[in-house]
């Protein structure tokens, strides 16, 4: 990317850019690479998470499709990549939502003759307006599955927990919650990661496994639970789990 949208300060690395580039993408500036490759000092696996978990992203999306929910709401979902939520599930109403104008300008452009499918810009973190958006395009009378990869993380504990509450009190019984967020695995080299992203457009707010599952309140957790991205249902349950990958847990939950 080399020209910056109108209101967008390029020199300011941003979080759906970091990921962009830890995903090999082209969406991001000099200031999001090196932010980047800050973090790739401290922990030089993230670039593999970041597959392991667009990899869940995939195989998380399909058991929703394949349990019957045709409504998908992908909450930061950050800018388009391969094996988007609509691709996975094409006969589903897939409404894709992030705050960033530069993620929703590409998101826009990649869906305009998609059918069923939406982009829009809103803050999770104001949801009261974000469902005020989203109640034109879903119908939560029927099952809808919220997912939040990567995204609860970069809330602090009074916002993220509120959320997901909001979000839980209007899904009609059956339907799902997607979970990723990072933990904390090596605690003596996190302050450097967490500086560097004081210094972006999004903080991070680390937990603990416990703190995780909290966000599963009020949601039977599919088996084999909360888990680290690669032990999440794999596609071959023989293949050897890559155990450089453990600062993640993800989930999914259906709402009883």
């Known amino acids: 990317m080399d020209t910056?949208?109108?209101?967008?300060?390029?020199?300011?690395?941003?979080?759906?850019?970091?990921?962009?580039?830890?995903?090999?993408?082209?969406?991001?500036?000099?200031?999001?690479?090196?932010?980047?490759?800050?973090?790739?000092?401290?922990?030089?696996?993230?670039?593999?998470?970041?597959?392991?978990?667009?990899?869940?992203?995939?195989?998380?999306?399909?058991?929703?499709?394949?349990?019957?929910?045709?409504?998908?709401?992908?909450?930061g979902a950050g800018l388009p990549t391969q094996g988007n939520t609509h691709e996975i599930a094409p006969e589903a109403r897939v409404v894709y939502v992030d705050y960033d104008s530069v993620v929703c300008v590409h998101g826009r452009a990649l869906l305009a003759r998609t059918a069923n499918v939406d982009f829009l810009q809103a803050d999770v973190r104001d949801t009261d307006v974000l469902l005020d958006k989203v109640r034109d395009m879903v119908d939560f009378d029927k099952p809808v599955a919220f997912l939040m990869l990567a995204l609860l993380h970069f809330m602090p504990d009074d916002v993220a927990y509120d959320v997901v509450a909001k979000l839980r009190e209007v899904s009609a019984p059956g339907s799902y919650l997607v979970i990723s967020h990072a933990v904390d695995p090596t605690p003596d080299t996190t302050p450097e990661a967490l500086e560097?992203?004081?210094?972006?457009?999004?903080?991070?707010?680390?937990?603990?496994?416990?703190?995780?599952?909290?966000?599963?309140?009020?949601?039977?957790?599919?088996?084999?639970?909360?888990?680290?991205?690669?032990?999440w249902r794999p596609d071959d349950p023989d293949a050897p789990v890559d155990d450089r990958i453990d600062f993640g847990y993800v989930g999914v939950g259906r709402k009883l």
């Open 4 to 75: 910056a949208p109108e209101g967008v300060d390029p020199n300011v690395p941003n979080v759906a850019r970091m990921y962009d580039y830890y995903l090999d993408g082209k969406d991001n500036f000099a200031a999001d690479r090196a932010a980047a490759e800050q973090i790739l000092k401290t922990f030089p696996h993230t670039k593999q998470g970041a597959w392991a978990n667009r990899n869940f992203l995939r195989r998380a999306v399909r058991h929703v499709a394949d349990s019957g929910v045709q409504q998908i709401v992908d909450l």
């Open 196 to 231: 560097i992203y004081r210094r972006s457009t999004a903080a991070l707010n680390l937990r603990d496994r416990e703190g995780i599952l909290r966000f599963f309140d009020g949601y039977e957790l599919a088996e084999p639970g909360l888990t680290f991205p690669d032990g």
